[in-house]
């Protein structure tokens, strides 16, 4: 068969393709400013050249635990496939150097029945080791050598399943792991609470058991110079937070806004809107508590970039009461709602408290204003409504012309 053609011809199609699958360069404003905490919570920062190496091995167990899960694993086959080598190669040598293995030895009792080849041998040190016992191999009082390798073995064999099964369990409950389901909200806000600029941001705990003793902490990194000329590629400065419950701790039961009143003693005291966004500044937050179900202190981490926090806005409620019991809607952990906020520095609002009013009284008028919009607006539908109501009744009142023909062919049309 031959191929079915288009109706629209090729040298009309292809032109009009081929611009849309091709596409444009995208060049950015400024290069992509690297993160000292990613949005995950882990450090972005990478060591190199690590002269003293020997001091991961100084502590083994801590080193065995941040491995990745695919050499942890391979770690612990060949360690006890190792173990079971190295032993099964001493069995082996205490046979032979007893005669067990002298097929035309006779009337002797061997250290160990039935072991007369290096197979018999590996398979009898994985029954000790691992305490198998299936019966066909066993000791005998003969050699005094055999009883010490086999205590040898037990103690080594104990050992190895303390570090190997410890090290599994560690790996399986981290801190970190608890912390995946603390959340923290994608971005922060800067909004006027209680007549101050306050920066907020939200934290909630997906899981039912509790975080004991949770606290915020707040850390703002930047790059900044000395008066000596000295760089600080990282400087941490300490915020206070202000916590729902005015204490250090806070009781995560339920979502929480974190708020941080920026006043003189904080380092945003001086920054516009505009000056934010020009920044090179990072806020971290930290959140630290003990596990309840299991007692391990968890630490979960994020940060915010200047074009993560929104200016003018505020976090709409998510909890809410429903037949006796407070509901937490989670799809709008992150949705925020604009409001009425100056865009000059904390500074600048502590030395005109005028602004703050003047942009209170900008916020009432533009609200009442959309309200007037949306209250002529529904007449207008209404009205119209009501219009288009009254002529399809109209038209569904009037009684059609009925047209009548007479015997010689013309029309008769009644009068209505």
């Not at 391979?74 to 097929?103: Q, Y």
């Not at 009337?107 to 009898?124: E, Q, R």
């Not at 979960?300 to 505020?314: D, F, K, L």
């Amino acid at each position: 068969m031959l191929p079915r053609k288009s109706i629209i011809p090729e040298e009309f199609v292809l032109p009009v393709i081929t611009p849309g699958l091709v596409r444009k360069p995208r060049f950015r404003d400024r290069p992509q400013k690297a993160r000292f905490i990613t949005k995950s919570g882990a450090c972005n920062l990478a060591h190199k050249n690590i002269r003293e190496q020997g001091r991961f091995l100084q502590d083994v167990f801590t080193t065995l635990v941040d491995l990745k899960w695919r050499y942890t694993l391979v770690i612990f086959t060949m360690s006890f496939l190792c173990s079971w080598l190295l032993f099964a190669m001493v069995w082996w040598l205490v046979a032979f150097g007893h005669g067990d293995l002298n097929p035309n030895r006779m009337g002797i009792d061997p250290c160990v029945t039935n072991v007369k080849s290096f197979t018999s041998a590996f398979l009898f040190s994985i029954e000790v080791q691992v305490t198998i016992g299936f019966g066909g191999r066993m000791m005998t009082e003969q050699c005094p050598t055999a009883i010490t390798v086999l205590i040898v073995q037990n103690i080594a064999g104990l050992i190895i399943n303390a570090v190997m099964l410890g090290c599994i369990f560690m790996k399986t409950a981290q801190a970190h792991r608890r912390a995946e389901t603390l959340i923290f909200s994608r971005h922060a806000v800067i909004a006027v609470r209680n007549n101050k600029l306050c920066f907020m941001f939200r934290v909630g705990d997906l899981r039912k058991s509790m975080i004991i003793g949770a606290a915020v902490r707040m850390q703002v990194v930047k790059k900044t110079t000395t008066p000596e000329g000295e760089v600080i590629p990282i400087h941490q400065i300490d915020v206070h937070t202000e916590n729902p419950i005015e204490c250090s701790n806070i009781f995560l039961v339920a979502p929480l806004i974190i708020s941080h009143t920026i006043d003189k003693t904080s380092p945003l005291y001086d920054l516009s809107f505009n000056d934010l966004l020009d920044s090179n500044l990072e806020i971290i937050v930290i959140l630290e508590g003990v596990v309840e179900t299991t007692g391990i202190t968890t630490q979960a981490r994020t940060s915010y970039m200047p074009e993560e926090i929104q200016w003018g806005h505020r976090f709409v409620p998510i909890v809410t009461e429903e037949d006796g019991v407070y509901s937490v809607d989670y799809s709008k952990f992150g949705n925020t709602a604009k409001v009425a906020a100056p865009r000059c520095s904390a500074r600048e609002l502590d030395e005109k408290p005028s602004i703050l009013i003047q942009a209170l009284q900008k916020s009432e008028l533009s609200h009442q204003n959309s309200l007037r919009k949306r209250n002529n607006s529904m007449r207008r539908n209404n009205s119209m409504r009501r219009n288009n109501s009254m002529r399809r009744n109209n038209s569904s009142l009037m009684v059609p012309k009925v047209q009548f023909l007479t015997p010689d062919g013309s029309q008769n049309v009644p009068e209505t």
